[in-house]
């Protein structure tokens, strides 16, 4: 199941998913590229977390945004 699909660049997508793997669900964040043919395909660079991994990641992604502009601005 796609849950966020964010253009990156015009050959370019970042991709958040819901899968299965070995019969266990997870969340996978992948970069996609346009392959030779105009089509996306999934590139290595990614990563999977278990469901219950989700809130730490949460929590990582505020502290980065707070980071990113300290001024409270974002």
Known sequence: MLI???QRGPRERLRIMRRTYRGRPLI??????V??????????????????QI?????????AA???DPRGMN
């Open 4 to 6: 966020l699909d964010l």
């Open 28 to 33: 996978d964040f992948r970069v996609w590229y």
């Open 35 to 52: 392959d030779a043919k105009g089509d996306y395909q999934p590139s290595r660079s990614g990563v999977s977390i278990r469901p219950n």
């Open 55 to 63: 809130g730490e990641v949460i929590q990582a992604l505020h502290l």
């Open 66 to 68: 707070r980071a990113a």
